[in-house]
């Protein structure tokens, strides 16, 4: 049985729970303004996950602490050369940087981390295709989504409650007079300790996300505690941070990049496509850009040369590319775009905040 819909008619949620209790075989592709997300499902189980975003996989394994920053390094650069076609995952387990166990984890995680996201869905398509089986990345054993279905309505639930205090991950807690004269005396957990002290009235709650490698939504569910026992406020002053707006297709290369500047106070935005970069850009102008040539709709190149061409206030924006190609035409067709530097990816943390704040007229 095949079947296609309307979000607006049909929850989501009504969609899993069919599929489950039909024990289907497919694939549950959801069409959205901002491209398609594909479950697939093996015996009303699912098994694997395609966001239509590059090296997902990657992105959650260094988030998770299963590799470093250096393992992925390595697994770029041979992936230009020997290892040219594979993924970022296939590679790592072939170099014995992580075993299997740890990859069907990260697939886990993966395929919560979707469905929590679905489940806030307020409109797009939807379209079952039976039989339909992933390319790659699926789970033996796959998840029951009944679970996670309960798992992501208590999500939203107290999403809800945290918004009141919280209104987004960029906000930036900051200790109050209170916590740091009780600090001695307050009774924590150890994640919430964690926290805590890497408040600093500096970084948002994104950036403690990425340095403490915990998710947003566990981070800002304890910054919202200390708010309400006022220990923590949000700043309500303007956010006078330099905004860089990240784009790459890759969220392994996206997480890489929010690792090496997560320390400095910057303001990071990030898009996947060129038209998404383009759209960023626009309805606020940034104070830096870091642009991957290879995009999945149009070329960094195009989008450097979009944005040059919009104005005096974009002509004067810092925009570095990064590109995994070093070949000195590659890095004259980035000069000819407009680009005011160039990096090849995989490039070291400290070059990369080194050339960032060069252009920003920081310092070393």
Known sequence: MSFAGNLRGWGITEMLQLIRNGKKTGALVVSTSSGNITIYFKA?????????????????????????????????QLQKTQYRGKRIEQILIALKKIEMPALAKTI????????????????????????ALPKYNALSTGVDVQGMLLGAA????????IRENIANSSVIPKKT?????QQEEISLKLKEWKIYLAI????????????????????????????????????????????????????????????ALADSGFNLITATTGDAAIKAATESIPDLILLDVMLPDITGYKVCRSLRDMGDAYKRVPILM?????????????????????MTKPFEASDLLSKVKEHLGLGS
């Open 154 to 161: 208590v999500v939203g639930d107290e999403m809800s409650v």
């Open 177 to 181: 007079k209170k916590g740091e004269d």
């Open 108 to 131: 886990r995680k993966q395929i919560e981390s979707t469905v929590t996201d679905l489940i806030q869905l307020k409109g797009g398509s939807v379209n079952f295709e039976v039989d």
């Open 44 to 76: 009303g189980m699912a098994v694997a996950v395609d966001t239509g975003v590059g090296e997902v996989v990657g992105s959650i394994m260094l988030q998770e602490g299963y590799i470093t920053v250096a393992d992925l390094d390595e697994a770029i």
């Open 322 to 342: 990064l590109s995994g190609k070093d070949a000195e035409i590659d890095k004259n067709l980035g000069k000819y775009a407009g680009a005011d530097a160039y």
């Open 200 to 259: 600093d009235g500096i970084k948002d709650i994104k950036a403690l996300s990425t340095k403490l490698k915990l998710d947003e939504f566990s981070v800002m569910k304890i910054v919202n505690f200390f708010v309400t026992e006022k220990w923590v406020e949000i700043l309500k002053v303007e956010d006078k941070r330099k905004k860089i707006l990240v784009v790459d297709d890759s969220l392994t290369i996206q997480k890489m990049i929010e690792l």
